[in-house]
Structures are given as C-alpha cells and as structure tokens.
C-alpha cells in the first residue's frame, strides 16, 4: 500500500482538553471536563441537533493507521468507514481496529466524548488475553456498542482516575503500568458486553482467528489481489472453507469484504489527487482503466472521473 497517501498516524490525533500519549504508542484524550453553553446542553438533553463540527485542518479520506475505541458520553458523532455510515450516539462505545478508510467525522457541538488510539506496537490489547481475543474477534469491521448510563459512568470515572495518576510525573515506566492497568479493566468490560450481545454459546477460537487473519491480509493486499484463491493460499485453507467460515463469523460474503477495501483503496488513491484514473488503474492491478471503471462504477453508482472530481 502507498503509505504516503493520506495515513492518519498516532501523532495526528487531535489534542483535546486532556490528552496523555505514551511513546507514541497509546493516546488518550477527551474533553469530558470541557464546559458546555447552557443553550447547547439544553437542546441535547432534549434530543434536539446542534451545530455540526469537524476535526479542523484534516482532509478526507485517510488510512488510519491505529487501533481506535471512542467512548461517546453524550452528543452525537456521524462517521463513513470503508463506505458504510456510523451513527455514535450518547452511552456508546464504538472500536474499528487498524487499516480502516476513513471518508468523513463529524460532531455535534457540546458532545463529550474521549478516545483511546493505540498502535499494534504498543501493546494494549495483547492478543494473549481472553478479553482482547474477544474483541479483536469482534471488530474485523467497525462495532458499536450501547451501553447504560451507569457502566458508561463506571468507565469514564476510572478513566479520570487513570488521567489524574499519570499525568503526575515524567516517568514512562510508571505511566504504562497504570495504562495497561487500565486496558485491563476497559477490554474485559467491553469483552463482556460482546459476549452479552452474541449470546454466551459463542466460540472465540481458531475459526474468529481465521476471520481476523483474513481481513488484515486483505487490508494489506487488496491492491493487488481480488481473488479469494490468494487469501486462501495464505491462510494454508481451501477457498471454499475460508467462504464459509467468514460467513459463519461475520454474516458477510467474502468477496464482498475484498470489494469494499479494494473500493476504498481506490477511492483514498483517486482523491489524494496524485494520481488520474489510467495511474489507479495501473496501481490497483486491473488489466486497463475500462475494466477498473466498471469495477468502480458497479460498487459505487459513479465512474472513477467522477469520483475524482466530486472530491
């Protein structure tokens, strides 16, 4: 993948009221504490929309390129993730792990809400952990989770208590023992809300794994590979098991999976403005620019130029 086109880094989370970073591995910031104007807060409590805001000096789309869990106390935030709408309302949590194609982040004005950004290196969420299992199984596409105001209220308490204790001092050492502490606590919290939605039979083994596996291999090829034959090939299975088991796991067909990163892929080419459609074209694999148009046009209601010039 082009990793000078438009990745969203750690480094470019924007700083908000608080915010604590750790070598560049986890950051962690909110604007819980961020005074609201009595006529906004007036109007979310009633259900009512406010202003719309976004995250200022950033241009869509990017590839983020770390693991995100946002918790939304109250408010609204509207995001497109590989071409698919969110809608993150109050008591919410939302996870999308890493390599997703971010199109669009909106707000409305007074939402509280607080975000943990953590890269692979880092190691929050270490797959060694039941809880993190659970979770990495679960979030092969972006997941929400509403939750109550009481557990949403335990989590963003802790939180503070976490922010307050870390933000005393220099030392790092010291710092990742209360984060991972943390972490901890947050994964098996949200573990066991996972578990609560699918019902308590649901296996978290080889075959969640394997869907896993299977998304990250497309993340990192589907510029070049649209074939479900070369994902089984790398994952030492037959083409007909892995189709059945990301069926059985994510409710999806698998070449569709591999049609939305390689759409999203070639939507983040097409509007970083470096490239015209012939280059795309070239870039994502296609024999010539009239099979990668109706590829496009097909998947999304408009040709590549079009696209390109609506961006």
Known sequence: MKENLSTLRLDMVPAMARTLSLKDEVVISDNLDSRVPVEIA???????????????GMTFPYRVAFHTILFVESGRVDCRINLKDYRIEGCSIF???SGIVLDSLEYQAGTRFLIIAYSDAGGLLPATSRSSRIILASTYTP??????????????????????????????SFKEDIVEGFA????????????????SRRQYGRRPALLRQFISL?????????????????????????????????????????KEYVIAEARLLLSSGEYNV??????????????????????????????????
């Not at 989770?145 to 949403?152: E, N």
């Not at 901890?184 to 019902?199: L, N, T």
């Not at 994952?235 to 059945?244: E, G, I």
């Open 95 to 97: 996870l999308a792990a």
């Open 184 to 199: 901890k606590v947050i994964a098996g919290g949200i573990a066991r809300i996972i578990i609560e939605r699918s019902g």
């Open 42 to 56: 007036s109007r979310l409590k009633k259900g009512l929309s406010t202003r719309t805001l976004r995250p200022y």
């Open 218 to 258: 497309v993340q990192k090829n589907c510029e070049r590979h649209r074939d479900l034959e070369f994902y089984a090939n790398e994952l030492c299975v037959t083409p007909k098991y892995l189709s059945r088991i990301v069926s059985e796991q994510s409710g999806r067909v698998a070449t569709e999976i591999i």
């Open 278 to 311: 012939q280059q795309v074209s070239n870039i994502m694999g296609f024999p010539n620019a009239s099979s990668f148009g109706r590829y496009f046009l097909k998947a999304t209601g408009m040709t590549p130029r079009q696209f390109r010039i609506s961006v």
């Open 143 to 172: 997941l929400l989770l509403p939750v109550d105001h009481g557990r949403m209220d335990r989590y963003l308490q802790l939180l503070r208590v976490v922010q307050h204790v870390a933000e005393g001092g220099p030392d790092y």
